[in-house]
């Protein structure tokens, strides 16, 4: 087991001061159970869940300005979602390296989505022990945030599409405000409906300024539309 945690650590960029924390996090509950010899992963599991939730939670909070608690929540899921994380389980060979019962790897328990995802929490959460907060931030950003591809819906076709369908035109933007130097500058953007101002934006790019607004602008018209 040493060359393999040796292995390991070379993999995720991580080198432990305590080798036996990863060796914790790697080891199932039907091992502990069938080899009396280790303590299992599961309190680690919890451990890193939460460190995970909080990682992601504090990058979206300020990636995503303009985005709303819900919009916040479905992107959180798609990064700390079991499919996520045992699909980086995967890229890593974590199962290679998990200590699991004979039964267990007879029945492909080495291979399965819900073991391997809470592996991957566990070694979080054996990071974190080892190394502190940092470097467990540092993993979780470079192997499931950083990777990660969030869906974010294209609200601005939204609108087009709903502005044609019920009034026959098309939306208009405009610059409303430019600051900051030319490294991080800070775009304003209004859209309008018939010189009408609908909504307005802000964000680090003209596209992602446009997408805020967009989407407050089709928020006041659907909500025009149920009110009246």
């Known amino acids: 087991m040493p060359n393999d945690v040796e292995k390991l650590e070379k993999i995720i960029g991580f080198k432990f001061q305590n080798s036996e924390l990863?060796?914790?996090?790697?080891?199932h509950r039907s091992y502990a159970a069938e080899t009396g010899s280790h303590e299992h992963n599961e309190r680690m599991e919890f451990l890193g869940d939460s460190i995970l939730a909080a990682v992601v939670a504090d990058y979206l909070y300020q990636k995503y300005p303009d985005q709303d608690e819900g919009r916040l929540s479905q992107l959180k899921s798609q990064i700390v979602?079991?499919?996520?994380?045992?699909?980086?389980?995967?890229?890593?060979?974590?199962?290679?390296f998990i200590l699991i019962s004979k039964g267990e790897e007879a029945s492909g328990g080495r291979k399965r989505d819900s073991l391997l995802s809470n592996a991957m929490e566990a070694v979080i959460a054996a990071i974190y022990l080892d190394g502190g907060f940092m470097p467990a931030k540092k993993f979780?950003?470079?192997?499931?945030?950083?990777q990660r591809r969030l869906v974010i819906h294209d609200t601005k076709s939204k609108l087009q599409e709903y502005i044609q369908s019920v009034y026959r035109t098309l939306p208009e933007y405009k610059v409303l405000k430019e600051e900051g130097p030319d490294h991080q500058k800070v775009f304003e953007i209004g859209v309008y409906l018939k010189k009408n101002l609908l909504g307005s934006g802000t964000g680090h790019s003209k596209k992602?300024?446009?997408?805020?607004?967009?989407?407050?602008?089709l928020k006041t018209l659907q909500s025009k539309k149920v009110s009246s």
């Open 22 to 27: 990863l060796t914790k996090a790697l080891t």
């Open 81 to 96: 979602s079991r499919q996520n994380l045992a699909q980086w389980a995967k890229k890593i060979k974590l199962g290679n």
């Open 140 to 146: 979780i950003f470079n192997y499931l945030i950083q």
């Open 208 to 217: 992602e300024a446009e997408q805020v607004a967009a989407r407050k602008a």
